[in-house]
């Protein structure tokens, strides 16, 4: 009994470690990751499901902020002492892009079964240095997320500014979509066998 206890145990342990983000980028406004979607450009309304609450919003630079590297358009930047927190729903896979990245520039990612996990600017660049004049520090990245969901991103800063612009989800498929795939799929097979069935019965 005590063995089948410690087994049980050591299953719920590795049942809840979760396994760390994995960061790719590329340079400038580059493409969205294959199954992502722009949700957020703070240009227009965010996409159903997603909404973004603190930070700044503007278009051109300011004397805290700065535009990331050839975005004309308008961008979030959040102060030093300050977050930005996006809510959204459970996502497999998220990217963004980010002007002048900086060590102190922080993104913490929440989600199921407890999930959390924060990458500093300096784990996502190796020189964060702020240069907003170069793609070396204006870049997209993208992360996934393997397993693990995440429904919540905090932006954070611990001196100004961290600046970024047009947010990119690949949502996980709402109950209601997983059932009409299944739904699809069935009335494929049925068409499927009522061929075979019509077929059999023609060369008998």
């Known amino acids: 009994m005590h063995k089948f206890l410690l087994a049980v145990a050591a299953l719920a342990v590795a049942g809840s470690a979760h396994a760390a983000v994995s960061i790719t980028s ?12 722009l949700v957020v450009t703070f240009d227009a309304p965010a996409a159903d499901g997603f909404s973004i609450t603190g930070g700044h919003v503007r278009t051109g630079s300011a004397s805290n902020a700065a ?16 977050s930005a927190t996006l809510t959204t729903p459970l996502l497999k896979s998220f990217s963004i892009y980010i002007g002048s990245v900086d060590s102190y520039n922080h993104i913490t990612f929440k989600g199921a079964n407890g999930y959390s996990e924060t ?9 964060a240095n702020g240069n907003q004049s170069s793609a070396g520090t204006n870049r997209r990245f993208y992360f996934d997320f393997g397993a693990d969901r995440v429904n919540e991103v905090i932006f954070s800063s611990t001196s100004n500014s961290f600046e970024f612009d047009n947010i990119a989800a690949g949502a996980v498929p709402e109950p ?25 019965s023609v060369t008998a």
Do not use: N
């Open 26 to 37: 590329a340079a400038y406004d580059a493409a969205l990751a294959p199954g992502e979607k």
């Open 67 to 82: 535009a990331p590297y050839g975005d004309t358009t308008a961008y979030m930047y959040v102060l030093g002492g300050q």
């Open 119 to 127: 990458i500093s600017g300096s784990q996502l660049v190796a020189l």
């Open 176 to 200: 209601a979509t997983w059932a009409m795939l299944i739904l699809g799929f069935g009335m494929v097979g049925a068409a499927m066998r009522r061929r075979a069935s019509t077929l059999a």
